[in-house]
């Protein structure tokens, strides 16, 4: 499921025409069953399907009864389809549902033809939704993060508020961290290159460029980003670190000894601290 297939209530509510009342009153019904990513529940484009024919009907009177029968059929077929916007059309009678694939009518619940809504008009009311500004896209793309099967859409949205503002630190910063976790080092370090051109004394892009560059081999770049993360932050224990590291590997011996010895003071319960405290006695004249 992509980005755009996701809706928050409010985004459901304007493409449905529907009130928060009469959402609440369908969702104790059951009749559709938002779920929960992060802070928020969402809905996706088969809740839009099912509860658009569920609108239909309720218009036309039919009762309760009928009406989850009916959503309960309609739902089996809808799990059936991995594209119900381009698979399906969905037909109603005024008291039935039936759902038309491949040009074959499948009747979940007996009834006959007389109005019907194509599954287009919907995706061309997502398509013309106003869009969403950056800030929004941002804290869905936390959400997304928040979950590690979605980190495809994280990447989305985090791209999408980029798109509406390029100068969004902490967009770059987050999109720069997933794409180093998915190995893609160039694109994580240019995230970070951006964030640093916007604003130079961010300590937290200063140690991911630093720390990135270290893997990439380019090691006197590496090191002058991370003296900047703890020249901005004294207290930065990880920058310490990464910074004692990298001047182990420049033969720096006495800057490296300066920085594992903050590191040890400054996080003395960490599991990676046994190992600066090794590295310390190491390095005793």
Request: glycine share 6%; with cysteine; charged share 30%.
């Amino acid at each position: 499921m992509g980005a755009t297939d996701r809706f928050t209530r409010r985004e459901f509510q304007r493409l449905l025409d529907v009130t928060d009342k009469q959402l609440n009153y369908w969702e104790r019904l059951q009749l559709v069953s938002p779920r929960k990513g992060g802070a928020e529940k969402f809905y996706d484009f088969r809740d839009l399907i099912s509860l658009r024919t569920a609108k239909q009907l309720i218009e036309k009177g039919v009762s309760a009864n009928r009406l989850r029968r009916s959503l309960v059929a309609l739902n089996q077929k809808l799990s059936e389809v991995q594209a119900p916007l381009t698979e399906l059309r969905i037909l109603a009678n005024g008291r039935d549902v039936i759902v038309e694939r491949d040009g074959a009518r499948l009747e979940p619940i007996s009834g006959q033809f007389v109005l019907n809504f194509d599954t287009r008009e919907l995706g061309d009311k997502v398509r013309v939704m106003p869009e969403r500004k950056a800030e929004d896209w941002f804290a869905l793309a936390l959400q997304y993060e928040a979950d590690p099967s979605s980190r495809k859409e994280a990447i989305d949205a985090y791209e999408r508020v980029l798109s509406g503002n390029p100068h969004h630190v902490d967009a770059l910063i987050n999109l720069g961290m997933l794409s180093y976790d998915g190995g893609d080092l160039e694109k994580a370090a240019d995230c970070f290159r951006h964030a640093i051109a916007v604003e130079e004394g961010n300590a937290v892009a200063q140690f991911n460029l630093g720390s990135v560059l270290e893997e990439m081999g380019q090691l006197e770049s590496a090191r002058q980003h991370l003296r900047l993360a703890v020249r901005l932050d004294s207290k930065y224990a990880d920058a310490h670190y990464n910074l004692a590291f990298v001047c182990e590997k420049l033969s720096a011996r006495a800057e490296a000894r300066e920085h594992w010895q903050s590191y040890v003071e400054l996080d003395p319960g960490s599991p990676w601290c046994d190992y600066a405290r090794q590295r310390l006695l190491s390095m005793k004249p």
